[in-house]
């Protein structure tokens, strides 16, 4: 495709584990990997689809995990451009450091945003003790990724509703990407409550979802709003963008979606 290509959602792992951690992360979720979960294994994958620059989201699951990764991921950004790092946040954090001094950190380093997973991470967005994060996020310019929606390794309880999201929409000058188009396989409940709210969505993983539905939520939401993201190595970018490929959006709308709305966000030029 003869267009520039932002994937705001992906994920690597340090070379030693990347392998290993794919692995494992696949059977429990029983889903199929791509590559070796590495960032040279990305980077094969985005010259195949036609990847221009990938965020890397990486996820602490463990509050003791948070400083080695934002250290790691501030360190790989000096010297990667097609690459961009994230850094990371735990909601029990605050019981081993603070929060917003870490946050802080990641904004005197550059670092654009977090992730953030309700799921892997075990907390409800809109629970008042992750007030602290969000207002340091708001505070210093930090993007929030959330997970959201179901995720295949925890199907029997839904921490990232869209009831619950929408309350941290209400947080004031936070920036947010719910990922999956708002909520993975709660696709009628976004259109719902979380359509036209000042959040972005990305489109990672959601291959699967009914073109009816995905031209709705876009309709709704607004164009403006709208991010490509493929959930790599979950998913190929190019499996995201032949799904996209079939709704018939006009060049203004595809423009947006694939690039230059994350340009904006990310305040970077692909």
């Known amino acids: ?79 990667s451009k097609d690459i961009i790092a994230f850094g990371s946040m735990h909601p029990l954090y605050r019981e081993i450091g603070s929060p917003t001094e870490e946050l802080e950190f990641l904004a005197a380093n550059g670092i654009k945003g977090i992730k953030l997973h309700p799921e892997y991470q075990s907390f409800y967005p809109d629970d008042p003790s992750m007030k602290e994060i969000y207002e340091a996020c708001a505070k210093n310019n930090i993007i929030i990724l959330f997970h959201a929606g179901i995720d295949f390794a925890y199907p029997d309880l839904v921490h990232a509703t869209p009831e619950r999201l929408l309350e941290v929409t209400k947080v004031p000058g936070l920036k947010l990407i719910f990922a999956h188009t708002g909520s993975y396989r709660m696709w009628e409940e976004v259109y719902a409550q979380l359509a036209g709210r000042d959040v972005y969505f990305d489109v990672s993983y959601s291959a699967e979802i009914g073109p009816e539905i995905m031209k709705k939520i876009i309709k709704k939401h607004g164009a403006d709003k709208m991010l490509f993201g493929s959930d790599f190595p979950w998913m190929r970018a190019k499996q995201i963008i032949e799904m996209l490929e079939t709704l018939g959006l006009d060049e203004d709308t595809r423009e947006k979606l694939y690039y230059k709305n994350a340009e904006k966000l990310l305040q970077i030029k692909a």
């Open 1 to 79: 495709m003869n267009m520039k290509i932002i994937d705001v959602h992906t994920h690597f792992f340090p070379d030693n584990i990347g392998p290993s951690t794919v692995k494992m992360l696949a059977e429990k979720a029983n889903i199929k990997a791509w590559g070796e979960g590495t960032a040279a294994s990305m980077r094969e994958y985005m010259k195949k689809d036609g990847v221009t620059v990938s965020v890397n989201d990486p996820v602490a699951t463990k509050k003791e995990q948070v400083k080695s990764i934002n250290r790691k991921m501030a360190e790989f950004n000096k010297t």
